[in-house]
């Protein structure tokens, strides 16, 4: 802290440095808390504005607030983030030389740096402790808590260690923050922090401006393509695909059709991974192709889309995978398609994998839920929070089903056709083959087991091949059938069938969308947003104007572009076209710092355009 800032209460250190008006949610109480020199434990989704919880505490505190956070390559971004915000920031870490990290340390000694970001490995080393003990610290916050829980998607060991270090600090007020939506991994943070006393802050997890979309995959690759077309040209976004081959490949047919696509993934050498990175991070609209190597703490805010080709590998990873997009607060999508082959595979990986029948239990479990997520007829939000425990009554009107709610049929008849089919060819072929047989299709397979002779054969002609699929998906989805492990991998049918062929249960089915076409983007009344103020403005061109500016700047500086200024700002700018300083400072994401920094240039731009119009 410096002494100027002493004199400052917490929202006027938000206005000027961070140039907001006002607080969101539980800012300003978390933030009053760890003034007052209490715990703090907060759980808010991505993109809710968690950092400055810790941040504007470190400022006010006196002495060095430590930030541990698990993610190195982030650490410079977000400290240079921050200096452009002129808050005294720094990191020390392995990529520092012994020199510059002299630096940092003999500038922490001296006081002059409020917010310091170390890795967990950094704090356990003695000769930082002992470093750390001489030294007045305004708190510790610990960034992405979840890492301390073997139960969360993010397990680092030496998370469980901080509390040695933290314990040695006893008036040091200590936060918590994590996106973490499961309840297991909640109370397992609290325990292993010692944060159970601590007060709690959790904000709902819907992330109202992320619209969801769930897809059969036919195409996968041509409907990746015509979604982005549609409606992402040029836009930041992430596509998750299941194997590093299928990354390459998708990226290379990507760019072979204009979209600046690059291939992320654990087999890709090191330098290429951090220069494919370092692009998505600092160039405007690029496309990261990446197996689940790729993601963890991307903090890019402007991130448009995030498209699943395949299947994620639970809910939480669809949740987490998923709120990568849209951290700006500004529209975005979560785009995912799904293949019975999708399906099966998951479920082969499943039984074949290592662990206990208990531990395949809970695995299927989560499987079903995901399946059951993408079948769904209701709302996706509904059912996406329905599964993190948050109730939400929906519907939501920014999801596929609530803007198209999918056609129902009465699939009784068809399900018990097909379990019997099932049952009759001996439970051990898969869909292609039960298919063949319902339909009546006289295949050489067909021919060679003698499956004509059998009662089911050509008596599901009143539906196509492509709905008998998507009978067999969501049958798979509902529990209806299972996969069989054994050498053939054929369905199997389970206790859940029981019912249904002995005609005591009926089921719905959905039907599948008759084309698989991007949603036309419905303006939310609900949700005002710069955007649409764009459209009917025509601040278009200078929008763009301005966006090729902070591209030049920040290309000059070597920051990512969102540093100088985030797209939301330059949208209010041309929106609002301040024509000085005073006015500039009024616009969202503005501070004192940013005005001074840069402020003459985008004036000076803004003002050319008024007379070119
Ligand atoms: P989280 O860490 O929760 O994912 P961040 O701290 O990165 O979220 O904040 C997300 C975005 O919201 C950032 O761009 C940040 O500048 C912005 N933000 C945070 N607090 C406010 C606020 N009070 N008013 C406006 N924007 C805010
Ligand atoms: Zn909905």
């Known amino acids: 802290m410096n002494d100027t800032t002493?004199?400052?209460?917490?929202?006027?250190?938000l206005k000027r440095y961070f140039g907001y008006d006002a607080f969101r949610e539980h800012q300003q109480d978390v933030i009053e808390t760890i003034l007052a020199g209490k715990d703090a434990f907060v759980l808010m989704p991505t993109g809710s504005g968690k950092s400055l919880c810790y941040q504007i505490p470190a400022i006010m505190r006196?002495?060095?607030?430590?930030?541990?956070?698990?993610?190195?390559?982030?650490m410079q971004n977000q400290v240079s983030a921050l200096r452009q915000n002129g808050v005294k920031a720094a990191f020390l870490n392995s990529g520092l030389s012994p020199g510059e990290a002299e630096t940092v340390s003999r500038q922490v000694a001296a006081g002059e740096i409020d917010l310091l970001y170390v890795a967990p490995e950094r704090l356990l080393m003695d000769r930082f402790q002992a470093w750390m003990r001489r030294l007045p610290v305004a708190l510790f916050a610990i960034d992405e808590a979840h890492c301390v829980?073997?139960?969360?998607?993010?397990?680092?060991?030496?998370y469980l260690r901080i509390l040695e270090v933290t314990a040695r600090f006893p008036h040091v007020p200590r936060i918590a923050l994590t996106a973490t939506a499961d309840a297991v991994t909640r109370r397992d943070i609290l325990e292993k922090l010692h944060l159970n006393h601590a007060r709690q802050f959790s904000a709902s997890f819907d992330r109202p401006n992320i619209r969801y979309t769930v897809s059969v995959k036919t195409n996968g690759?041509?409907?990746?393509?015509?979604?982005?077309r549609a409606g992402h040209a040029g836009h930041a976004g992430i596509v998750y695909v299941r194997t590093r081959a299928r990354c390459d490949q998708i990226a290379a047919w990507l760019r072979d059709r204009h979209i600046n696509a690059l291939p992320y993934h654990a087999g890709l050498p090191p330098e290429i991974r951090a220069l494919h990175q370092q692009q998505f991070l600092r160039e405007d609209g690029i496309v990261m192709v990446a197996t689940i190597a790729f993601g963890m703490g991307i903090d890019k805010p402007d991130v448009r889309f995030v498209a699943h080709l395949d299947l994620p590998a639970s809910m939480e990873a669809y949740y987490q995978e998923t709120g990568r997009a849209g951290r700006d607060g500004r529209d975005a999508e979560a785009w995912m398609l799904y293949s019975l082959a999708d399906v099966v595979s998951m479920r082969k990986m499943l039984e074949r994998s290592e662990g206990g029948e208990d531990i395949k239990r809970i695995r299927r479990q989560k499987l079903e839920a995901l399946l059951g997520y993408s079948e769904t007829v209701s709302c996706r939000r509904t059912a996406l929070l329905g599964y993190f425990g948050e109730p939400y009554p929906g519907p939501c009107n920014c999801c596929d089903t609530c803007s198209r709610p999918p056609d129902t049929w009465?699939?009784?008849?068809?399900?018990?056709?097909?379990?019997?089919?099932?049952?009759?060819?001996?439970?051990?072929?898969?869909?292609?083959?039960?298919i063949d047989?319902?339909?009546?299709?006289?295949?050489?397979?067909?021919?060679?087991?003698?499956?004509?002779?059998?009662?089911?054969?050509?008596?599901?002609?009143?539906?196509?091949?492509?709905?008998?699929?998507?009978?067999?998906?969501?049958?798979?989805?509902?529990g209806l059938l299972t996969v069989d492990m054994g050498?053939?991998?054929g369905f199997r049918l389970t206790a859940e069938s029981r019912p249904v062929l002995k005609g005591e249960k009926n089921i719905r089915l959905r039907k599948d969308p008759p084309a698989i076409r991007p949603l036309a983007r419905k303006a939310s009344t609900s949700r005002p947003d710069a955007e649409q103020g764009l459209k009917t403005n025509g601040t278009g061109d200078l929008f763009e104007k301005l966006r090729r500016l902070r591209l030049d700047i920040a290309q000059k500086a070597g920051l990512p572009p969102y540093v100088v200024f985030h797209d939301k700002t330059l949208q209010e700018l041309a929106l609002a076209r301040p024509g000085n300083r005073f006015e500039l400072l009024q616009i969202p994401g503005v501070g004192d710092r940013k005005a001074d920094r840069y402020g003459q240039q985008f004036l000076d731009l803004i003002n050319a355009d008024e007379h070119t119009e």
């Open 410 to 434: 009465d699939g009784t008849v068809a399900v018990q056709k097909a379990l019997s089919c099932v049952y009759r060819t001996g439970q051990r072929f898969g869909a292609g083959h039960l």
């Open 6 to 13: 002493a004199t400052f209460s917490p929202h006027a250190v």
């Open 437 to 478: 047989v319902l339909c009546g299709d006289l295949t050489e397979r067909v021919a060679q087991l003698g499956h004509e002779r059998i009662k089911t054969f050509g008596v599901g002609t009143e539906l196509s091949k492509a709905q008998w699929r998507s009978v067999f998906r969501q049958m798979l989805a509902a």
């Open 487 to 489: 050498q053939i991998a």
């Open 149 to 158: 829980s073997q139960w969360g998607h993010d397990f680092r060991p030496e």
């Open 221 to 228: 690759k041509k409907q990746v393509h015509d979604f982005i």
């Open 62 to 74: 006196s002495g060095v607030g430590v930030v541990i956070s698990p993610l190195i390559a982030l």
